[in-house]
């Protein structure tokens, strides 16, 4: 299955592929968003097909903390979305949407594949560039999305209402979106940590120092120098947003600019933010994915 200049490949093994439902087979009928959730349950390899070089995606990032899958079978979609049940709602689901924002799950297969790619050719500074586009790409689509097949119209309104009203941006809306979201879970106050552990202890000076000073005080936990910081889930975009206002987007003459100096080595330094941006974004999708077949 070809998606621009990525075909799609199938990686579970032969003996196993009589069990995948007929939503999810690789072949030219299966939808862009079919496609998306098997390469971020790490299930499918692809082939740029400029570079003739095949990737294979073996990781299952649905799951926070990014689990390696240790086989690639058709357990991990059972694992994934619990029930047989639930997974014969799920291909219901996208037998009725497949043509309904078909270019917006094209867009962003490429996006994520796009990543994957570039993070496997150890290209990180391009791989967060991908997340941001990503990032920017779904903060209104996801709640629009949500909000489509919830069964309370009226309050998922109200809801959206309260949402734009509130937000200075589409970033702040989308943060707005995701406190709903995870509502009673606890979700937002899990924590994850950094690890500056590159093989020059002056790299790891560096990185550590920047995203403490774009954390600032209030958004980071036990900070361990040069060595490890702890950040909540509810900060990361924060952290991601900030870091693509002032490094990418430099504005002459504005002090937040982080300037070129100022990070030594920038693949290893988005190395360390990159799978954990990813991970926090599937992991979204995943539920948004998971309440429409409730």
Known sequence: MQVGFYTFEEQIANQYRRFIKPQFEINPNISFEALLIRLLLGTISFTNEIEDIQYIQNKNYSLLGIQQNAGVTTRIFKQCFESQRKIQTLCNFLDETRYINRQFFENFLMEITCYFHRTQEESHTLAFLHIYRSLEFISYSFPLIYASITRDYYGSFNSLKNYFHDAKNDLAFFDTFLQKLFEG???????????????????????????????????????????????????????????????????????????TTEIYETDLFFKIINEEAINWISHIYFEILKASIT
């Open 185 to 259: 879970q606890g979700t937002l106050d899990q924590q994850f940590t950094l690890q500056f552990d590159c093989f020059e202890p002056r790299l790891n000076q560096n990185h550590f120092r920047v995203i403490k000073q774009i954390l600032t005080d209030t958004r980071y936990l036990n900070p361990v120098e040069d060595i490890s910081i702890t950040v909540e889930y509810k900060n990361l975009l924060f952290l991601v947003q900030n870091l693509r206002n002032r490094y990418f987007h430099f504005s002459v003459g504005d002090k937040r600019n982080i300037r």
